[in-house]
């Protein structure tokens, strides 16, 4: 059994630490139980959750029972889930009722649903996301709880179902906390909900867990000698010696293997001559796994990246990454991304400017992010949200951020897309955190050996037009992130053209850069808030990048507006954040085609 996640302190007092999380699980046959649930909202002062002494209550809500209505008994509960509106899920609760748009705070869920346990299966309860503390219960029993706004887990509910009519209630706390991840700023609004799609998965006593794909990831790479597929194949429950099969017809392997005392088969076989996945063509190979009863089919591309020492390589050759940041925020219809058609309209915006890459900020987003960007050929930033100020001093911080980055790792690990993990944004520049983050980048390495390790860096420091950036935690890194606002927080547009940077000889992305503008607010160049002076901005920009020998990529900030409770400016901002290329409505700023032209003529940076 991989015992992957660390036992957290959690405020109420924490379950078992979960033990699995399926890998996958949208490439399997689920009941869904994404609808309508209803809901109860604990507004403070009433407190149902949390009992006096921290701990959380089982006997209150959680038990689903029903008041006494209609009958001479004495009076029992206060609540009701069979008569409460309904919210839809996956969905954020801020966006769907009015009254709850401003709420942070707990919002009980509940739903019934029809199953009969089938003999020798276990059956887990997958949840997309929840942000950012949950609690679950099913038929009244507590069977997980689980702290991470952005990465999926699951609960067996094996024990605890009946056959025919079951319920679940799940209460999810949004309220921040200082030694929570992200902590108690930030700059994006706190959706709070059951994000993500939730999801019953029935599998058999044993199952695969967890695997891994990948081309083998030698200490040179060279696309004329042929090529090897490496990893592992987890069977959860399984004794050693359980046989295990991977078979990529495609590729000619067809592979037997037994597990390990770990219920680990590990492979290495020598594959045909593979088509490589790139953003020219994003080749993806059925991969059928099977053990036993279970099987599962995902599909995989296989691609090498690495940094030679300021470049980025691709399958050997040389990139430049040209792209945008983006937040999990829905085009058109606001709040938390969280459809294909979401991930469709973002990736849609992203090819239309010819982009190749795109950094996720600041959170894993929707695994349908990834799934679109290996279908379409797009790279990807994949980040956990240590944003600014994290409780670095704390070793339990520590462990919440070891678990959110195994999370992401292991959703993510056979996404051919994503090419860099980073471990944080703009931290601030301490010995404490520098241990933390380069402990963490460790994490990530062994974890995953095959892909980059990066972080945005918070701004240079000036001496005179010098921009020196010597953060020691670039030590740490493959890829360096460099985030830099000159021309908007710092100094006029044109003050760009005179700056030189110092940066560590490592391959550095720009990954913050831009200024705001309201969509159809038009003026000259030397405007605030016009789309004009936006534009102005990034050619002055432009200048200033183009005389950094080792850019090695572009992720303007952002794509599109964002809400964000921070940004008051009537008028202009109204509760967004306007540096996006486009609005929140997805109307393109005159910035969409200049980075559009930009990219489509590969005018600003060099592979090499
Ligand atoms: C930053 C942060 C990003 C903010 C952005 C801004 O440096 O990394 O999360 O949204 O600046 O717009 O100020």
């Given at each position: 059994m991989v015992l992957f996640f660390l036992a957290i302190a959690l405020p109420g007092s924490a379950q078992q630490p979960l033990k699995t999380l399926l890998v996958g699980v949208d490439q399997r046959s689920v009941i869904s139980l994404d609808g309508q649930w209803h809901y109860l909202v604990e507004q403070p002062p009433a407190g149902e959750l949390y009992k006096a002494d921290g701990k959380v209550r089982d006997n209150g809500y959680a038990l689903n029972t029903h008041p006494?209505?209609?009958?001479?008994?004495?009076h029992n509960e206060e609540y009701d889930f069979a008569t409460a509106p309904t919210l839809r899920v996956p969905g954020d609760w801020n966006t769907q009722e009015p009254s709850l748009f401003r709420f942070e705070g707990v919002v009980w869920y509940q739903r019934d649903f029809d199953l009969t346990p089938q003999p020798n299966t276990r059956t887990f309860l997958h949840i997309g996301a929840a942000n950012y503390r949950s609690f679950v219960w099913v038929n009244q029993k507590r069977i997980c709880d689980h702290e991470g706004g952005f990465t999926p887990f699951d609960c067996e509910v094996t024990a605890a179902l009946k056959p025919g009519s079951n319920f679940v209630v799940i209460a999810v706390d949004s309220t921040r906390h200082a030694d929570d991840i992200p902590s108690l700023v930030y700059d994006w609004f706190n959706y709070g909900g059951l994000t993500r799609d939730v999801s019953l998965v029935t599998l058999p006593e044993q199952f695969i867990d967890d695997y891994d794909v990948h081309l083998k990831h030698d200490s040179t790479f060279s696309p004329t000698v042929p090529q090897s597929l490496e990893g592992y194949v987890h069977v959860e429950g399984a004794p050693a010696g359980t046989p295990v099969t991977v078979r990529i017809p495609e590729a000619g392997i067809d592979l037997t293997l037994k597990t390990g005392v770990d219920g680990r088969a590990p492979f290495e076989a020598k594959a045909g001559r593979l088509t490589l996945w790139s953003p020219a063509s994003p080749k993806l190979y059925k991969v059928d796994l099977r053990s036993g009863q279970d099987s599962l089919t995902d599909e995989i591309g296989f691609r090498d990246i690495r940094v030679d020492g300021t470049r980025i390589l691709l399958n050997g050759q040389a990139i430049f990454l040209e792209g945008a940041n983006m937040h999990a925020e829905a085009p058109y219809r606001g709040g938390r991304a969280y459809s294909q058609q979401d991930a469709d309209n973002i990736f849609g915006f992203l090819k239309e400017m010819h982009a190749n890459f795109v950094r996720l900020c600041h959170y894993p987003h929707d695994e349908r992010m990834e799934r679109t960007a290996d279908r379409l050929g797009v790279m990807i930033w994949s980040e956990i949200p240590l944003w600014q100020r994290i409780s670095f001093d704390k070793p339990e911080v520590y462990a919440k951020a070891a678990a959110m980055l195994n999370e992401m790792i292991r959703r993510d690990r056979n996404k051919a897309s994503v090419i860099l993990w980073s471990v944080s944004n703009e931290t601030p520049n301490n010995p404490t955190r520098t241990e933390f983050l380069t402990n963490l980048a460790n994490e990530a390495r062994r974890l995953d050996s095959t892909r980059l390790i990066t972080s945005a860096l918070i701004g240079p420091h000036f001496v005179g037009n010098r921009a020196v950036q010597d953060d020691p935690l670039a030590q740490a890194l493959d890829v360096v992130g460099q985030n830099e606002y000159v021309g908007w927080y710092d100094r006029r547009p044109e003050d760009a053209d005179q700056i030189v940077w110092t940066l560590p000889q490592k391959p550095v992305i720009m990954s913050e850069f831009g200024s705001e503008a309201k969509q159809g607010n038009h003026g000259g160049?030397?405007?605030?808030?016009t789309e004009e002076q936006q534009v102005n901005v990034f050619q002055h920009q432009f200048v200033m990048i183009g005389k950094i020998p080792q850019i090695r990529g572009l992720a303007p900030w952002v794509l599109m507006d964002f809400r964000s409770p921070g940004r008051n400016i009537p008028g202009l901002q109204d509760g967004y954040n306007r540096k996006g290329l486009i609005s929140e409505t997805g109307q393109k700023k005159l910035a969409f085609q200049l980075f559009e032209e930009t990219y489509k003529a590969h005018s600003v940076g060099k592979a090499e």
């Open positions: 006494n209505l209609y009958n001479r008994d004495p160049i030397d405007q605030r808030w």
